[in-house]
């Protein structure tokens, strides 16, 4: 069976990977025709935003087809999601799926390959949260350095750097994500009837 996976709306998955008006206009300018691609708005890679979402989908579709490396695909969306928050975190909602997700992860021991049912379970429950502006460093790690590993064993390595990277340069945040996953694990505050 195929764990289900946070879900993004329309919004989050739209375009916001082009560079901006601004960027563009200022890369021809100063480069030519020949410019080369400008650092992802995301997570600062000088491989530019398109080549950090190919190759995210290239590290999705490989997690489908081979269980060896689907033990780290949720910590695999947590991270990227977390560090594209433009495009995977737009609502409190998103926001709070993939930091919660992580902070339950790494501190929690929760499941690296499908998650923490108990936080869809919290956030299903519409939990009365507001989204925080997320920081804007958000780690030296990116899905370009996770690329290079190529073994089932490195890979997965390779993804906890970048998690454990990640989850440190959203330390401003961890106050309110440990809050939020006591919430979804513990339980101590009734979840809202619909
Ligand atoms: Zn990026």
């Not at 901006?20 to 206009?25: A, F, N, Q, T, V």
């Not at 750097?161 to 939020?180: D, E, F, N, P």
Request: proline residues 4%; positive net charge; hydrophobic residues 40%.
């Amino acid at each position: 069976m195929i764990p289900r996976i946070f879900s993004h709306s329309r919004r989050e998955r739209d375009g916001l990977f082009s560079l901006s008006r601004r960027d563009s206009e200022a890369v021809k300018g100063a480069r030519g025709a020949n410019a080369a691609v400008a650092e992802c708005e995301g997570c600062g890679s000088t491989a530019g935003a398109v080549s950090c979402q190919s190759i995210f989908d290239e590290l999705l579709a490989r997690d489908f087809s081979d269980a060896a490396y689907f033990r780290v695909h949720r910590l695999l969306v947590d991270t990227y999601s977390l560090q594209h928050p433009d495009r995977y975190c737009a609502s409190a909602k998103s926001l709070a799926a993939h930091l919660t997700g992580l902070c339950a992860l790494l501190e929690r021991g929760g499941d690296r390959a499908v998650g923490v049912a108990a936080l869809r379970t919290w956030l299903d429950g519409r939990p009365r949260i507001q989204r925080p502006a997320t920081p804007r460093f958000r780690g030296r790690l990116t899905v370009a350095d996770v690329r290079k590993a190529r073994a089932p064993e490195a890979y997965a390595a390779a993804v906890e750097r970048w998690a454990q990277s990640t989850w440190k340069a959203y330390s401003s945040l961890h106050r309110l994500a440990r809050g939020w996953v006591a919430e979804a694990l513990d339980r101590r505050i009734p979840i809202r009837s619909r």
